[in-house]
């Protein structure tokens, strides 16, 4: 059983910063295997992208929307995906989710459906 678990969310105001983390466990996951990516769902709307990072941290690809504001970044000693979310805006405001896409490929999948782990999200608010 993989399970990816959230932590970092919560209310900041429009200008502030947040990190995220996502630990991943499992008996027979290994985190190096999997490219991981962030995702968001703002009420009433589908699940985004937002950011991916590929097996070992060299490679990274973010929405339109967070590029220049979001860093994505990995450690695979600890098993932990981040993103440092800075300049956040009202616009942010949703349930952020990590997802791990299994393979050692050259590819960072934008799609919902090209991951195979999810964790169960956590919120964020951003006042304006």
């Known amino acids: 059983q993989v399970q990816l678990a959230e932590s970092g969310g919560g209310l900041v105001q429009a200008g502030g910063s947040l990190r995220l983390s996502c630990a991943a466990s499992?008996?027979?996951?290994?985190?190096?295997?999997?490219?991981m990516g962030w995702f968001r769902q703002a009420p009433g709307k589908g699940r985004e992208f937002v950011a991916a990072?590929?097996?070992?941290?060299?490679?990274?690809r973010y929405a339109d929307s967070v590029k220049g504001r979001f860093t994505i970044s990995r450690d695979n000693a600890k098993n932990t995906v981040y993103v440092q979310m800075n300049t956040l805006k009202p616009e942010d405001t949703a349930v952020y989710y990590c997802?791990?896409?299994?393979?050692?490929?050259?590819?960072?999948?934008?799609?919902?459906?090209?991951?195979?782990?999810w964790g169960q999200g956590t919120q964020i608010t951003v006042s304006s």
């Open positions: 499992g008996r027979t996951f290994t985190f190096s295997n999997y490219a």
């Open positions: 990072i590929s097996w070992g941290g060299g490679r990274t």
């Open positions: 997802a791990a896409s299994n393979g050692r490929t050259t590819v960072l999948w934008v799609e919902v459906s090209k991951y195979d782990y």
